[in-house]
T-cell receptor, first 108, second 113 residues
Framework: SQELEQSPQSLIVQEGKNLTINCTSS?????LYWYKQKYGEGLIFLMM?????EEKSHEKITAKLDEKKQQSSLHITASQPSHAGIYLC????????FGTGTRLQVFP | DSGVTQTPKHLITATGQRVTLRCSPR?????VYWYQQSLDQGLQFLIQ???????AKGNILERFSAQQFPDLHSELNLSSLELGDSALYFC????????????FGPGTRLTVT
């Protein structure tokens, strides 16, 4: 079965710094979804990538899909405390499977 | 606010008991998904309903069952509860049965004591 591994597992950055979260699949990716979860709350849909090489941006968050590497990266520019939370990648199989999650903390 | 509502927000019950979690999808969405999130297992897909019919099954235990009603709200029934069933249960909805762009509710935190 397909698995998604995210790295790093946890990230603590100072406000204003840039950061990157990676999501690597054990099998071919036919699309990739990024979600954000605030602690103990529901997931918020961020963006969907459907084609290799596709890049999308939402405010200060940019995500790219590299089909050859079976990987997606999510980049946050000039991080803010509001970016804190758990970032989850999801991949469509016969259902939507999720990565292990990356916990992001941003301190002033 | 995703438009997906879940009740109750918190539930504390004893082992062996049965509980029902309720979900109302976003207006216009026909698919409802149930997920379980625990610290050791992460976010796990349980089951999907589309327009009242079961569409896909994931890692759902036999003690758990779900249904989607004609008004499209859904209920997840958990019975013979065990300590290990303590988790956050999320409901999500999407416009059809093929979309993976899902909108999640705030979740129900179940604690089994």
């Amino acid at each position: 079965s397909q698995e998604l591994e995210q790295s790093p597992q946890s990230l603590i950055v100072q406000e204003g710094k840039n950061l990157t979260i990676n999501c690597t699949s054990s099998k071919t990716l036919y699309g990739l979804y990024w979600y954000k979860q605030k602690y103990g709350e529901g997931l918020i849909f961020l963006m969907m990538l459907q084609k290799g090489g596709e890049e999308k941006s939402h405010e200060k968050i940019t995500a790219k899909l590299d089909e050859k590497k079976q990987q997606s990266s999510l980049h946050i520019t000039a991080s803010q405390p509001s970016h804190a939370g758990i970032y989850l990648c999801g991949a469509p199989t016969d259902k939507l499977i999720f990565g292990t999650g990356t916990r992001l903390q941003v301190f002033p | 606010d995703s438009g997906v509502t879940q009740t109750p927000k918190h539930l504390i019950t004893a082992t062996g008991q049965r509980v029902t979690l309720r979900c109302s999808p976003r207006s216009g969405d026909l698919s409802v998904y149930w997920y379980q999130q625990s610290l050791d297992q992460g976010l796990q897909f349980l089951i999907q309903y589309y327009n009242g019919e079961e569409r896909a099954k994931g890692n759902i235990l036999e003690r758990f069952s779900a249904q989607q009603f004609p008004d499209l709200h859904s209920e997840l029934n958990l019975s013979s509860l065990e300590l290990g069933d303590s988790a956050l249960y999320f409901c999500a909805s999407s416009v059809d049965n093929l979309s993976y762009e899902q909108y999640f509710g705030p979740g129900t935190r179940l604690t089994v004591t």
